[in-house]
């Protein structure tokens, strides 16, 4: 019998510094085609095999590795992270990339603790249902394909991993696209990417208790038809989105 092997991992090195850089490749041990190393702006990753490990090392303000997950968040949908961070800086690259901690490690690592971390990694991927990736993919593409050429005020904002927690208010007219808005952000700010929306019809609503229940007992929800909701419950739904007292962790 015949068995066929597994095709050779990719793994992905971001770090602004090139002698940094230098030295976490030659750290890793593996062979140069299955490494992808450079800048995090670097055009390389765009045209790069997704990765089963990326390993990250933010420096200064860490916008341009903030910008690096954003932009490549659909090549690493299913990858492991591993942020390279020093002491100090650690408690805040957790809470800006809402990174875990397994996902941490020293800034300079041992080579081979470094290597065992890689191999652990890459055994350990993160990858998302295939049916909730292919959704993810298609809200993507319409996304792209109605607002690629237009700045959305908010929205990278709104996908800010700090900001996950935090209630997401997304309004406009009827037809503008703020249901897709609302499932695009809803994909990378859910934990897991889970982004299952629950819709919440106005007209079904009974009152301002009615409507906290139910707003409370999910984490993702659209509610349609605002104008119908009884008075107290639209006057319960303003004080929410103005103080930010209501339920916690919900996205409208």
Do not use: K
């Amino acid at each position: 019998m015949s068995t066929e092997s597994a095709p050779p991992q990719t793994f992905w090195i971001v770090d602004r510094e090139s002698a940094a850089r230098r030295a976490l490749v030659r750290a890793t041990g593996l062979a140069p085609e299955r490494l992808v190393a450079g800048d995090p702006r670097d055009d390389a990753f765009a045209t790069a095999e997704a990765p089963a490990v990326v390993v990250i090392a933010p420096r200064g303000d860490f916008e341009a590795e903030l910008d690096f997950l954003h932009r490549h968040r659909r090549a690493l949908s299913g990858a492991r992270r591993l942020f390279l961070a020093d002491e100090d800086d650690a408690d805040e690259i957790a809470r800006l990339f809402a990174a875990g901690p397994d996902e941490l490690t020293e800034a300079r690592p041992d080579p081979r603790a470094l290597r065992a971390l890689v191999r652990s990694a890459a055994a350990h991927r993160n990858a998302a249902p295939l049916t909730a990736r292919h959704e993810r993919d298609r809200v993507s593409e319409r996304f792209s394909g109605w607002f690629g050429a237009t700045e959305v005020p908010g929205l990278l904002r709104a996908l800010d991993p700090a900001l996950a927690p935090l209630p997401l208010l997304v309004r406009g007219a009827a037809g503008s696209g703020r249901s897709l808005v609302a499932r695009y952000a809803g994909w990378f700010r859910a934990p897991a990417g889970d982004a299952r929306a629950i819709r919440i019809d106005g007209r079904e609503i009974r009152d301002a208790q009615d409507l906290a229940r139910r707003v409370a007992a999910h984490t993702n929800l659209r509610i349609e038809d605002l104008d119908a909701l009884p008075s107290d419950a639209q006057r319960s739904l303003a004080e929410w989105i103005r103080l930010d007292a209501g339920p916690r962790g919900t996205a409208f």
